[in-house]
């Protein structure tokens, strides 16, 4: 059976795919790329709302008085060092997705292994329906802390929006093309280099955006298995109880995604092919 | 607030001069203009008609020329800016719009019949917002289905798309009449269906109308198939101005002025052919066998009267096949492929209808039934031509006489 | 292991139960909140593109986070746990609901109109029971989202099997470690699949066999 865990590629209709924007494309550059307006809402608006946000953060954090524990998680020195560590995470962890993910779906649509992509689709749906924490917890308790555990376990969920989409975006590929491609004497290799996988980009895109976005919010757990991260803000202050490091813990971790879910953005539109 | 029975309205009140029942009644706009904000022109400018009592109005026209939005004034659909329209003499406006509606058939483009209810709900739909009682309405789903030319055992429990095209425009016919209503306005309702398909609706359409005798307004595209049901036509030209109002033998003898004369085409001696109705011709005699009968015994007969093939008919006198002598010679029993696809005239089809009819069919001939599909008897080009060569005598006669 | 079920069964069969009970309520919930802003939305189409950046916003934002800003208000328990995941869980059935009620032909909705249908009726007899089976997917993946997110919620005391994935960890080195973290790991994998399999009965039930997918 399949089960659906993964928010974002979950709805049918994606707004966001090139087939579905209406009608009103803004003038400009974006509009000669084929972006809809909402796309180029979701481009301008979340960045304005992180920057906005941040500099609330900042003037808060100048102005406030803090206790003696609350002025030491709250050193910037130490919240860049968390910063850097949830970027590291998800930048490893997406970078393994793509390595596996992308190779191994296009596998999955060449020659006799492509009976095998409903199957392998199905065993990572239903490994979706695990929860994220008690995934990583799993690994903790087998591996043992650290960086390198919480990266196996945000690469494994991330994993699956990229398989998915490289599948399926290949397979979506009009077959006249292909056969047409074949049909002027390009190789199988040609073929798929050419034209199945540039045709594919903007899907496999957004579930390369949708990984990261994945990656980027569990990583906030990592600090549960010694892995660090912005998550630790949060846990220490609710541990202690103290709303100011809760609220500046969630905040920074919320302020991450959305801009990382706003680069993922700026990928899919760099990598998306002219014409399409 | 008046709310009438549909059931109960004018049904056997009148009879129009053929003897004929009318159920339905008068439809009046006067003066209706129909405006939308931020144009300039408006889209219905000034429009007053009469639609009699059970009589089949055709709205024609250019597309753009407000005749979908003069027809959905009508029930209400759209609310006209100024002017009043009245049914059986009450001001609609005076009607709660819902209420209205309900005694309003409605019937558009594909039946558009909802797809997540059976054929019986969806025919249902009118009566149940009636609340009549679930006996009734099972009844009523029945004979409409029957009247439609549906088996109801066969469709009733079926979900539309396990239809045909014709057979969904049937179930969309049948769910507007469902209430009885003495009105029914429809909008292109057999745009949607393949023209030998749209030909047959057409045909069933009129039958229906012998016997019902609504008042009906309907908006087409299609000159020709104005000609064929309407008892009168409307033609539009853009903001819904009248450029003439009259029966299909009046318009095409007589245009009003060139818009008419253009829109209603040249070679109107050809378009004569779409008031002509096949049931005005001699119909040949032809040798006919019930399915089961002794098959040299038919062949016989056939070859007796000259005759290359025989018509098979059903157990209710339904002509099935028309298979010729030589594939009947080699059986004992008349025996004939289920679901043979015939294609048969209605004898309310025009000459038009009868001369596609003939291409498409490797007898050069049609089989014309009746009421209920019986069978009634044979035409063949033959005397389509000579219908036509007629005509044009009596017209140039005409023509003579009045010079 | 297995005697460590043995001597819980009862426990952990109460807090399959309660984890269960939180995320069907929730997706409740957020169902008919959902379906309520998108009947809106289809109404307002100007509402579109707002509840589009809703959805992609607010399921950006990690539900750890979202426990984070929710405490100062709502405290530790079952209220934040019950906020946050009704949160999640109407983002996909809002976004799922908009495509659905927007996806029904206009000509049905006209033609129910004509035949003197109220709006209401037309709402509740047409236009949801064509879109049901769009918003049904979005409900699933709801329930889905909702039964990790409860064991996260489990973190700041909300009920269910989280609660054992969190005793786990904070008795890492104890003997009874990696079973709570399994039980409470299987035990939301084989809830959520029952789950999921109640909905797709739920389908076979209300979507009406005109408009099902063969």
């Known amino acids: ?276 | 607030m008046t709310t009438q029975d549909p059931t109960s309205t004018p049904a056997d009140r009148s009879r129009d001069s053929d003897g004929r029942r009318i159920s339905g009644v008068e439809i009046e706009l006067t003066d209706v203009v129909k405006r939308y904000s931020g144009q300039k022109t408006p889209a219905v400018h000034s429009l007053s008609l009469t639609v009699p009592a059970g009589e089949v109005v055709m709205f024609i026209g250019p597309s753009g020329c407000g005749k979908t939005t003069s027809l959905k004034m009508i029930n209400r659909l759209i609310e006209p800016t100024s002017g009043t329209i009245t049914i059986d003499g009450q001001d609609i406006r005076g009607r709660d719009a819902d209420e209205l509606r309900r005694t309003i058939g409605y019937v558009i483009q594909g039946g558009s019949l909802f797809p997540h209810m059976t054929v019986a709900d969806n025919i249902a739909v009118v009566p149940k917002l009636l609340k009549w009682s679930k006996q009734k309405t099972a009844e009523r789903t029945e004979e409409l289905l029957d009247l439609v030319g549906l088996d109801a055992g066969k469709y009733r429990d079926r979900y539309p798309r396990e239809l045909s095209g014709g057979q969904q425009q049937r179930v969309g016919v049948a769910r507007g009449l469902a209430a009885d209503p003495p009105v029914v306005l429809m909008d292109e309702p057999f745009g949607a269906v393949d023209p030998i398909t749209r030909q047959r609706l057409q045909d069933e359409m009129l039958g229906i109308q012998r016997e019902l005798g609504k008042t009906i307004v309907c908006v087409t595209h299609d000159i020709d198939e104005a000609i064929k049901l309407g008892d009168r036509i409307l033609i539009f030209s853009e903001g819904a101005r009248i450029e003439q109002y009259d029966t299909p033998e009046n318009i095409l003898a007589a245009p009003a002025n060139d818009f008419v004369a253009d829109f209603v085409g040249a070679g109107s001696t050809l378009k004569q052919l779409s008031l002509a109705r096949v049931n005005e011709l001699q119909l040949g005699e032809w040798t006919t066998a019930q399915l089961g009968d002794d098959a040299a015994d038919a062949v016989r007969r056939a070859e007796a009267a000259g005759q290359d093939c025989v018509v098979v008919l059903d157990d209710r006198k339904r002509p099935i096949a028309w298979p010729w002598l030589r594939r009947l010679r080699s059986q004992t029993r008349i025996d004939v492929p289920r679901r043979e696809e015939l294609v048969t005239l209605d004898r309310r089809a025009t000459l038009n209808d009868a001369l596609d009819t003939m291409l498409s069919s490797s007898h050069a001939a049609a089989i014309v039934t009746g009421d209920r599909d019986e069978y009634l008897g044979v035409v063949d080009f033959e005397s389509v031509t000579q219908h036509i060569r007629a005509q044009e005598a009596s017209a140039v006669e005409a023509q003579e006489a009045r010079s | 292991m297995d005697d460590f079920i043995a001597e819980r069964w009862r426990q952990i069969a109460f807090d399959m139960l309660q984890h269960a009970n939180l995320v069907f309520q929730c997706v409740l919930v957020a169902t008919i909140v959902a379906i309520a802003l998108a009947v809106l939305v289809d109404r307002v189409r100007a509402l579109e593109p707002v509840a589009n950046a809703v959805s992609a916003v607010g399921l950006t934002l990690p539900s750890f986070a979202l426990i984070g800003l929710l405490l100062p208000i709502a405290g530790l328990g079952t209220t934040t746990a019950f906020l946050c995941v009704v949160f999640y869980a109407v983002l996909p059935v809002l976004r799922n609901a908009v495509v659905g009620l927007s996806g029904v032909d206009k000509t049905l909705l006209e033609s129910a109109r004509g035949m003197g249908m109220g709006p209401v009726g037309v709402l509740l007899k047409v236009q949801l029971p064509l879109a049901w089976p769009v918003i049904l997917a979005g409900v699933r993946t709801s329930m889905q989202m909702s039964m990790g997110i409860a064991a996260i919620a489990a973190y700041v005391l909300g009920p269910g099997l989280g609660s054992y994935i969190w005793r786990g960890l904070v008795q890492t080195g104890g003997a009874n470690a990696l079973n709570y973290a399994l039980v409470g790991t299987v035990g939301i994998v084989i809830v959520a699949l029952l789950a999921d399999l109640l909905l797709l009965a739920l389908g076979r039930l209300t979507i009406s066999k005109g408009v099902r997918v063969a």
């Not at chain 1, 308790?141 to 494994?156: C, D, E």
């Not at chain 1, 899907?203 to 390369?208: F, N, S």
Request: hydrophobic residues 50%.
């Open chain 1, 1 to 276: 059976m399949s089960v659906e865990t993964h928010p974002p590629t979950a709805a049918p209709p994606d707004p966001d795919t090139p087939e579905d924007r209406d009608g009103t494309a803004p003038r400009g550059w974006l509009a000669r790329k084929g972006v809809g307006r909402e796309t180029v809402t979701m481009l301008v608006v979340p960045p304005l709302l992180v920057a906005l946000t941040f500099i609330g953060f900042v003037v808060w954090r100048q102005t406030a008085e803090l206790d003696s524990v609350e002025a030491n998680q709250l050193q910037w020195g130490t919240l860049r060092r968390l910063l850097l560590e949830h970027l590291q995470l998800t930048a490893v962890a997406a970078v393994i997705v793509v390595v596996i993910s992308i190779p191994l779906g296009i596998a999955l649509t060449r020659g006799g292994i492509k009976r095998a992509a409903p199957l392998v689709i199905g065993i990572a749906n239903a490994g979706q329906a695990a929860p994220s924490v008690g995934l990583i917890v799993l690994l903790f308790l087998w591996l043992g802390g650290g960086f390198w555990t919480a990266i196996i376990g945000l690469s494994l969920y991330g994993i699956l929006p990229v398989l998915r989409n490289t599948i399926t975006g290949i397979q979506a590929v009009d077959p006249t093309l292909v056969e047409a491609a074949r049909g002027v004497g390009m190789t199988s290799t040609e073929t798929l280099r050419k034209i199945e996988l540039p045709l594919a980009v903007p899907v496999i895109m957004a579930g390369v955006r949708t990984s990261l976005v994945l990656i980027a919010g569990t990583a906030s757990l990592a600090c549960f298995i010694d892995a660090g991260g912005l998550g630790e803000v949060l846990q220490t202050g609710i541990t202690l109880f103290r709303f100011s490091l809760m609220v500046t813990g969630a905040l920074l971790i919320a302020l991450l995604a959305l801009l990382i879910e706003w680069i993922g953005r700026l990928l899919e539109l760099a990598y998306r092919p002219k014409g399409v």
